[in-house]
């Protein structure tokens, strides 16, 4: 199974960005798929997932963010607008093979498969 994240970039405070990550070996049609960020010294931070039961996401993000997936390309997509210099930071797409419970989203542990992580830059 593979994860390949894309679509990072450079972008001016107040931009947008979509991410995408498609995956192949295995299809997650019906299974969570989500999106997480790290910052330079920082965790891993829980960004959104999508899964069966909904659309979830970190709090801080909720508005600015939009998860969504083309289960037909084994494909989810993180559509970022309004973006500052706190965002800049490495995103990861995750997925797993379980039907997580919603608590169990936001554990980087809870996931089993990660892509390479694409950087995402927002200058001061």
């Known amino acids: 199974v593979q994860l390949q994240a894309s679509g990072g970039g450079l972008v001016q405070p107040g931009g947008s960005l979509r991410l995408s990550c498609a995956a192949s070996?295995?299809?997650?049609?019906?299974?969570?798929m989500g999106w997480f960020r790290q910052a330079p010294g920082k965790d891993r931070e829980f960004v959104a997932a999508?899964?069966?039961?909904?659309?979830h996401y970190s709090n801080s993000l909720k508005g600015r963010f939009t998860i969504s997936r083309d289960n037909a390309r084994n494909t989810t997509y993180l559509q970022m607008s309004a973006l500052r210099p706190e965002d800049t930071a490495v995103y990861f797409c995750?997925?797993?093979?379980?039907?997580?419970?919603?608590?169990?989203?936001?554990?980087?542990?809870?996931?089993?498969?990660w892509g390479q992580g694409t950087q995402v830059t927002v200058p001061a």
């Open positions: 070996g295995r299809t997650f049609s019906n299974k969570p």
């Open positions: 995750a997925a797993s093979v379980s039907n997580l419970i919603l608590s169990s989203l936001f554990n980087p542990e809870s996931w089993d498969y």
């Open positions: 999508s899964r069966s039961g909904g659309t």
